[in-house]
């Protein structure tokens, strides 16, 4: 019963911005809420995850600096906000939520629910 809905992908120059917002609904007892992405033909990447305990947040090294993840307060509710855009950036990106059993927040397997991605083009 558990819906993770993700939204907000679309089409951008180079070195523009992007914000992508992602809700779960449900009785997700949710600890922790993440961004993967996925090229055509690749395996799904890591991008940033939040705990709740403390905001304690994550990123894959090649979107420091430039990508941010937040959550709504008291919602299952995060939010990735993606600025200097690249063109290395395009992909699927899908919104992962899970307890956090293993505290291994850059895993997919670490996440029991999933969206249904949300297509980020950047190009010229």
């Known amino acids: 019963q558990v819906r993770v809905v993700e939204s907000g992908g679309g089409l951008v120059q180079p070195g523009g911005s992007l914000r992508l917002s992602c809700e779960v609904f449900?009785?997700?007892?949710?600890?922790?809420m993440a961004w993967f992405r996925q090229r055509p033909g690749k395996v799904r990447d890591f991008v940033a995850a939040?705990?709740?305990?403390?905001?304690?947040?994550y990123y894959e090294d090649s979107v420091k600096g430039r990508f941010t993840i937040s959550r709504v307060n008291r919602q299952n509710t995060a939010y990735l906000q993606m600025n200097s855009l690249k063109p290395e950036d395009t992909a699927v990106y899908y919104c992962?939520?899970?307890?956090?059993?293993?505290?291994?927040?850059?895993?997919?397997?670490?996440?029991?629910?999933w969206g249904q991605g949300t297509q980020v083009t950047v190009s010229s």
């Open positions: 449900g009785r997700s007892s949710t600890e922790a």
């Open positions: 992962a939520a899970g307890r956090s059993e293993t505290g291994r927040l850059n895993a997919g397997s670490e996440y029991t629910w």
């Open positions: 939040i705990h709740w305990v403390g905001d304690k947040t």
